[in-house]
């Protein structure tokens, strides 16, 4: 029987450079998707998941997102005062119920692995996922509940994966595939991983996204991990470091990926939310309006 997943850890102290300037003084998870900011769907995301802990890795400067998921009583009761009850609604539901977030510190930004082996000792000896805020999925049932369900049935290490241009592998983590279901759902055995290979030199074009669950093991290769690409310790290479001690595997999620730490993947991720969004009726207009103004009604002779 495999231990179910309670924990989740979500490495949030990058440096976010691509953003720059906007994350400056603004960690990038707190970017928002139309009207929340990334770290919403990815806590959302767990909690559908049946994670019931949530442990944010963050750096200085991120105390936007503890307050994010603090009370904010002053604007409550403003709120409260106009009788603005939906709004309060949409803030009562940031931090639901029942649910348990704790911070820790990373002290230098010294990589994703690195940020992982922070939350150690909140995990404690217990298998757990990792939720990436910066890659968003729009998906029928949210990305990591799939690999929950999957992973109830093989145990060990899941890794999301998609299939990506092989001119974007440089950014990536990458899969050296063996057998593989090839279908959405689906599994793929996971021979090897190379952090962001060469396109040239990448094994396949199957890249890891950020979701994973994890066996608690990955602590003590992380312990002991030097550093790999760009001088960080990567979590790419723990994992690789796991292959042939426990069953690690690529999971096939359905669903669509935005790489929101990229700003096209990010404004791309906002034009599709918002297309998704009953209660903002008209964005398709204005997009159309956008890519083709010959045809709005003022230049066509037509009432608007
Ligand atoms: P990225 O590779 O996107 O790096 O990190 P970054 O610093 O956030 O952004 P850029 O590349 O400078 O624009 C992937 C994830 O790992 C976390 C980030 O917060 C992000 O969620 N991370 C990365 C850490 O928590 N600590 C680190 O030292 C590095």
Same mark, same amino acid.
């Given at each position: 029987?495999?231990?179910?997943?309670?924990?989740?850890v979500f490495p949030v102290a990058?440096?976010?450079?691509?953003?720059?300037?906007?994350?400056?003084?603004?960690?990038?998870?707190?970017?928002?998707?139309?009207?929340?900011?990334?770290?919403?769907? #990815?806590?959302?995301?767990?909690?559908?998941?049946?994670?019931?802990?949530?442990i944010f890795v963050t750096a200085?400067?991120k105390?936007?997102?503890?307050?994010?998921?603090?009370?904010?009583?002053?604007?409550?009761? %403003?709120?409260?005062?106009?009788?603005?009850?939906?709004? +309060?609604?949409?803030?009562?539901?940031? %931090?639901?119920?029942?649910?348990?977030l704790s911070t820790v510190r990373q002290p230098?930004?010294?990589?994703?692995?690195?940020a992982v082996r922070c939350a150690r000792h909140l995990v404690?000896?217990?298998?757990?996922?990792?939720?990436? =805020?910066?890659?968003?999925?729009? #998906?029928?049932?949210?990305? +990591?509940?799939?690999?929950?369900?999957?992973?109830?049935?093989?145990?060990?290490?899941?890794?999301?994966?998609?299939?990506?241009?092989?001119?974007?592998?440089?950014?990536?983590?990458?899969?050296?595939?063996?057998?593989?279901?090839?279908?959405?759902?689906?599994?793929?055995?996971?021979?090897?991983?190379?952090?962001?290979?060469?396109?040239?030199?990448?094994?396949?074009?199957?890249?890891?996204?950020?979701?994973?669950?994890?066996?608690?093991?990955?602590?003590?290769?992380?312990?002991?991990?030097?550093?790999?690409?760009?001088?960080?310790?990567?979590?790419?290479?723990?994992?690789?470091?796991?292959?042939?001690?426990? =069953?690690?595997?690529?999971?096939?999620?359905?669903?669509?990926?935005?790489?929101?730490?990229?700003?096209?993947?990010?404004?791309?991720?906002?034009?599709?939310?918002?297309?998704?969004?009953?209660?903002?009726?008209?964005?398709?207009?204005?997009?159309?309006?956008?890519?083709? =103004?010959?045809?709005? =009604?003022?230049?066509?002779?037509?009432?608007?």
């Amino acid at each position: 029987m495999t231990r179910p997943i309670r924990k989740a850890v979500f490495p949030v102290a990058g440096l976010g450079t691509r953003f720059l300037p906007a994350t400056k003084a603004v960690p990038k998870e707190m970017l928002p998707v139309v009207d929340r900011p990334l770290i919403d769907y #990815a806590v959302a995301e767990a909690e559908a998941a049946g994670v019931a802990h949530m442990i944010f890795v963050t750096a200085r400067d991120k105390t936007a997102l503890e307050d994010h998921f603090d009370r904010n009583v002053g604007l409550e009761e %403003a709120l409260e005062a106009k009788g603005k009850s939906a709004e +309060l609604e949409r803030l009562a539901a940031i %931090a639901p119920e029942g649910v348990r977030l704790s911070t820790v510190r990373q002290p230098a930004p010294l990589g994703l692995g690195h940020a992982v082996r922070c939350a150690r000792h909140l995990v404690g000896d217990e298998p757990f996922a990792v939720i990436l =805020p910066d890659d968003l999925v729009m #998906a029928q049932t949210p990305c +990591l509940a799939q690999m929950a369900v999957r992973y109830a049935g093989t145990g060990g290490n899941l890794l999301a994966v998609q299939d990506v241009p092989r001119a974007h592998t440089g950014r990536y983590g990458i899969l050296d595939a063996g057998a593989d279901e090839a279908r959405p759902g689906g599994l793929v055995e996971v021979r090897g991983l190379v952090e962001k290979p060469a396109p040239e030199a990448a094994p396949s074009t199957l890249s890891i996204i950020g979701r994973y669950i994890l066996q608690p093991e990955i602590f003590q290769v992380l312990e002991s991990g030097e550093p790999g690409a760009g001088g960080e310790i990567q979590l790419t290479d723990a994992i690789a470091a796991l292959i042939g001690r426990q =069953p690690v595997n690529g999971f096939r999620f359905e669903g669509r990926r935005f790489d929101c730490g990229d700003r096209r993947g990010w404004l791309t991720a906002n034009v599709a939310f918002a297309l998704d969004r009953p209660d903002l009726p008209g964005v398709r207009e204005s997009l159309r309006d956008l890519l083709d =103004p010959a045809a709005r =009604p003022e230049n066509t002779g037509g009432a608007e």
